[in-house]
């Protein structure tokens, strides 16, 4: 059996087009739904789970962050086969068997995923190689698709095969077996959001096994359905792209390249939102501009909480309070 588990914060307008489409899939193969929603407290869980009596629905404590809502409903599943779903995608209904059967037959293979399209029918990239030092920021990456050209097009090149083999898969459609998830302890709750693919398909690959992405099934995916709501909870989703990647570098490299990633990074960031702060204070009728006041507010909270209790951890993780 196929688990579809599914982590929710307030997207349930996105959710019902995903959970409709699951409802159209013939059950031939056996899979059972588990929708985990993160404490939206805006009423609509029960009237959801009215909607959809056939799907699970589990209503966590808290919003603890994409890992743990995943860790959470993987912890309650029954099947054999596990498929971590964004709630802002579509499924096809060949999906499940194509990569069901992929998996079977290729045992090198610990994570599966698929082509995304957009709803302007663009494909996300897969050419995802691991975080490293000379490719940790985006600079320094352009550079360095630039001067090792030739090996990215000889690894990725276009040829007949369904498949690539990235470094790492987006954390939007993740297919895998117990036996691979249970042997890395799941997704790393250090994480509360943004990086947590990187750091699951790292240390899956520290273990041996490799990443794959398919070519012959894709989904629909609608990027930032529910992480652009308002000015603050845009402010809030940026800020935590910087501090996951504080903690992907606290964990993945060594201290002397941690040390000299923290401190480019606290560096960086800091003066480049204190300037566009300026900007935004200036021109305050443009909330684009305006929403650095609140990344370069949060900063400044996180890295006095960093320094007050020695952690690069989210304070909104689960893994802070312990």
Known sequence: MISIIIVNYRGWSALKKCLLSLDQIEDQIGFEVIVVDNYSNDGEFLNFKNEFPSFQFILNEGN??????????????????????????????DTLQSLKEIYQSHPEIALLSCVQQDENGRTERQERLFPSF???????????????????????????????????????????????????????????LYLEDVDFCKRISEQGGKMA??????????????????????????????????????????????????????????????????????????????????????????????LRHLTWISPRSVNFRK
Not at 64 to 91: E, H, M, Q, R
Not at 147 to 172: H, Q, V
């Open 64 to 93: 603890f962050g994409f890992a743990n809502g995943c860790n959470l409903g993987a912890k309650v599943s029954i099947g054999n086969y596990l498929l971590f779903l964004n709630p802002d995608t579509i499924i096809k209904n």
């Open 134 to 192: 000379f490719r940790f920021f985006g600079v320094f990456r352009s550079f360095d698709r630039i001067l090792n050209r030739r090996k990215y097009r000889e690894r990725f090149k276009d040829t007949d095969s369904d498949l690539i083999f990235p470094d790492w898969i987006s954390g939007s459609v993740v297919f895998t077996d117990s036996s691979w998830f249970d042997k890395v302890s799941g997704w790393n709750e250090d994480f509360w």
């Open 213 to 306: 992405i398919s070519r012959k099934t894709s989904i629909l995916h609608m990027h930032g359905g529910t992480s652009r709501i308002n000015l603050k909870t845009k402010a809030l989703t940026k800020t935590e792209v910087i501090i996951s990647k504080h903690v992907y570098i606290s964990l993945h490299f060594n201290p002397l390249e941690a040390f000299l990633l923290h401190f480019l990074m606290i560096t960086g960031f800091l003066i480049e939102r204190i300037f566009l702060s300026i900007v935004g204070i200036l021109f305050f009728f443009k909330p684009k501009l305006r929403v650095n006041i609140f990344i370069l507010k949060n900063l400044l909270v996180y890295y006095a909480n960093a």
